[in-house]
């Protein structure tokens, strides 16, 4: 049985970081695109980052490009999204996907077959 858990959320004041982190276990992640997806209230879900199964090559969304990072560890079989400037959009439920999307599906949530419950980020001073 798969299973895809999220930790690492709270809460943070704007200008604060956060690190979140994906753990999977009952299957080997190395041969799997892995993404972050988040959801506000009231939203839909959007697309976060995504790294390639190497973890040579990752994809930011224009709103968290440059302030986001996400890094993988197969041997641990676990990723990571270190987001720094939070800001009050980025308010929402994270959750970890894995798939096999290739670089030009990353975007898109259909090509995830596994998902996680998520974990809360609240940004508000």
């Known amino acids: 049985q798969v299973q895809v858990v999220e930790s690492g959320g709270g809460l943070v004041q704007p200008g604060g970081s956060l690190k979140l982190s994906c753990t999977v276990s009952?299957?080997?992640?190395?041969?799997?695109?892995m993404a972050w997806f988040r959801q506000a209230p009231g939203k839909e879900r959007e697309f976060v980052a995504a790294?390639?199964?190497?973890?040579?090559?990752?994809q930011y969304a224009s709103p968290v490009k440059g302030r986001f990072t996400m890094s993988r560890d197969n041997a641990k079989n676990m990723v990571d999204l270190q987001m720094n400037d939070l800001l009050p959009e980025d308010t929402a439920i994270y959750h970890c996907?894995?798939?096999?999307?290739?670089?030009?599906?990353?975007?898109?949530?259909?090509?995830?077959?596994?998902w996680g419950q998520g974990t809360q980020v609240t940004v508000s001073s």
């Open positions: 996907a894995l798939g096999n999307a290739l670089q030009v599906q990353f975007e898109m949530a259909r090509y995830y077959d596994y």
């Open positions: 009952g299957l080997t992640i190395t041969t799997y695109a």
């Open positions: 790294i390639n199964r190497s973890g040579r090559y990752a």
